[in-house]
């Protein structure tokens, strides 16, 4: 019965093709990036909650 | 480099912290109340305070007001220290925390009087709804004024999380809580039917995601690596665990309906990407246990860091559940048995409220410039809380396997074997006893903390503005080591932007099209508008939370349809504003309950539910006997529901509460002839109204087919 119902909407098919295409292309940008850099270039970043004024 | 000198603001922090102990102890006793409802139904008391109110008022609680003001309070105090400035307005700071306590009272006085959008965890009336979102906005003002004014120039992961928080649970709240009032009490849901529930959902997965997982994984990201003295493991992993957590979050809403009459499409987007979350749940979660490597001896003597352990392990166990619950074969399984209540309950205890824990323990010394009154306290409320947690989960996990096998066996004849729901219901109730045990242990431990921090307070002294200084930022600065994720890192304005992007898309690819489906949505030529009285009746159903303990849903299953009737159709629900799914058969499901008994039935068992069911947990409705039903309002009622599209007539608001009337009385004489004598006028006539009405009009259109 879905299919009857959906099959109405003017190309209902992009939706599903759309969300995995920008889930796709998004998470091999951020993959991609994130391998490419180098740990150090976050080391200072990371210690931002260790530092302490009055510690 | 001038240094610049500067104070935090520790008093709102305290403010905060104190907010979040008081109310965690409140909501938590509701909660036992709650619990202790289900086995010993004595203890719903009166109208006010029946399991169907209570329950509401329970979630509410814990979700806003208890991990709503930890959360604050977490982020109040990071939020300052990472950015190295004060929060940008004291005055807005301090309408924030008196806003949303005002908003809390609210809740507590609205909801007993039965005053619901019964939306889950969106129940809140409309005006409260506006206040909401007024105090979101000014909380969300001030954290990026103090964005602004910072003085480090790189945002740290925890930062993230809360940019993505304040932007999307304002999307969240706004798209689900949109309404036509009716009088100041009372509203109706834009949306109807399978829209409705599918936005309901949206949002009530998404509270889940970013009210109480994005805000509280920013504070694991500070808070932990500040207990451990250690930076996170991985702060690459971490970026992964960010943007992959809340673009996945967000499309995974539908899977609170499979098997429902929501498009088939949208369950399996709704699967796959819950399964796909699993990926960044637990590298988040193994990024939190890798910070201690090394550590592990520490957490021995350190309270705070015993709490994290748990409550980082609690977060892998339910979102490792959290997937598995959504492939459709499991969800046939825990939908609606309290197998759904256990693994909230292991977010809920577990993940945000031993992570609170572990924060208040480390926090108030802090603030009071003193010690940890006593680690021996602290380390009994972890064990106290540890078992409350085992007690809790374990037996509603037995209950939930054993509630779904019973709903489901058929015997060699073909038949149901528990063809009665209740014997169904009588079997469970000792696991909910031993469920409130587990709930009581919890609190008992949470008090002892309770005492603890507040002997930890008095010995200390407030450090209401602590001193502070760093250099201020350079004005023209030009980044020399230009990695692609510094250049968003350093702009809170794309970081906000950003997520809202991704949220968006997610939250739009999955509504929009069944919005087109509205106009497609199979109609059913006899469902038909409910009548005044029924629409009346229905109000009356929403206002006593009966969809907190009855479905509306009759899913597909030959055992379903056996014990209902016909499963439900999407047609079916056109005219519900708002949708009455619920989530938890604590009772059987109603969709195909008008019709199966007599109205004296009806009336029997709302007066005295154990009469008529012996060993049913119902409370009495005995007071809708004694009340007048409110006709003043109906015809504002229809006008509304003409403005939502509903096709009554032309002017029928003029002309509705004759008919109300009318139909009424019938009742009332039916309910004569069986020797009851009530007025036409009382709110039970109204509820039996619309229970005869519930699913009947399908069975009109079969008999028009035959005769045909």
Known sequence: MYKEVLSTIKDISIYPVFSFVIFFVFFTLVGVWVLKSKKEDFESISKLPLEETND | MTIEKFRYDNKIVAMFAWATVIWAIVGMLVG?????????????????????????????AIIFAFVGNGMFMGIYY??????????????????????????????????????????????????????????WVIFGINMFGTLVRRRERHLYVAIWFYIATVVTVAVLHIVNSLAIPVTLFKSYSLYAGVQDALVQWWYGHNAVAFFLTTPYLGLMYYFL?????????????SIIHFWSLIFLY?????????????????????????????????????????????????????????????????????????????????????????WTIAHVHIGALGWNGFLTFGILYWLIPKLFNTSLYSKKLAGIHFWLGTLGIVFYAIPLYWAGITQHFMWKEFTEDGVLRYPNF?????????????????????????????????????????????????????????????????????????????????????????????FMVKSNVPTIASVKPYTPLELQGRDIYVREGCYTCHSQMVR?????????????????????????????????????????????WHYNHMLDPQTMSPGSIMPSYAFMIDDDLDTTTTAAKIRAMQKLGVPYPEGYDAQANKDLMKQANSIASNLEKDGIKVMGNKEIVALIAYLQRLGVDIKAEKTTASVN
Do not use: C
């Not at chain 2, 709650?34 to 329950?55: C, K, V």
């Open chain 2, 32 to 60: 036992l109340l709650a619990a202790f409802q289900l086995p010993f139904p004595a203890l719903n008391f009166d109208a006010h305070t029946t399991f169907g109110r209570i329950r509401p008022l329970h979630t509410n």
């Open chain 2, 78 to 135: 990071s939020l300052q220290r990472l950015l190295k400035a004060r929060m940008y307005s004291d005055v807005l700071s301090y309408i924030h925390f008196w806003g949303w306590q005002l908003i809390i009272v609210g809740a507590a006085i609205t909801l007993p009087l039965g005053i619901t959008a019964s939306k889950e965890y969106a129940e809140l009336e409309w005006p409260l709804d506006i206040a909401i979102a007024i105090v």
């Open chain 2, 225 to 237: 690596p500040k207990a451990a003295n250690r930076p996170v493991y991985s702060y690459r992993l």
């Open chain 2, 250 to 338: 967000i499309w995974a809403g539908p899977h609170h309906l499979l098997y429902t009459a929501l498009p088939d499409w949208a369950q399996s987007l709704g699967v796959v990407f819950s399964i796909m979350l699993l990926a960044p749940s637990w590298g988040g979660m193994i990024n939190g246990l890798l910070t201690l490597r090394g550590a592990w001896d520490r957490v021995r003597d350190n309270p705070e860091l015993k709490f994290y352990v748990v409550a980082v392990t609690a977060y892998g166990m339910a979102t490792f559940e959290g997937p598995m619950l959504s492939l459709k074969s499991v969800n046939a399984i825990s939908h609606f048995t309290d």
């Open chain 2, 422 to 514: 209740l014997e169904t219901v009588v079997q469970v109730v000792p696991m909910y006893k031993l469920r409130a045990l587990g709930g009581s242990l919890y609190l008992l431990g949470s008090l002892v903390m309770v005492y603890n921090l507040i002997k930890t307070a008095r010995a200390g002294k407030m450090v209401a503005n602590e001193d502070a200084e760093a250099p201020a930022l350079e004005k023209n600065y030009v980044a020399h080591d230009d990695h692609w994720h510094r250049w968003i890192e350093r702009r809170p304005a794309q970081m906000l932007i950003g997520s809202l992007i991704v949220i968006l898309i997610g939250g739009m690819v999955e509504i929009i099209p069944t």
């Open chain 2, 556 to 600: 597909p299953f030959r055992y379903e349809t056996e014990r209902y009737g016909e499963y439900s159709k999407p047609g079916e629900f056109v005219y519900d504003h708002p949708f009455q799914w619920g989530s938890k058969r604590t009772g059987p499901d109603l969709h195909r309950e008008g019709g199966k008994y007599p109205n004296s």
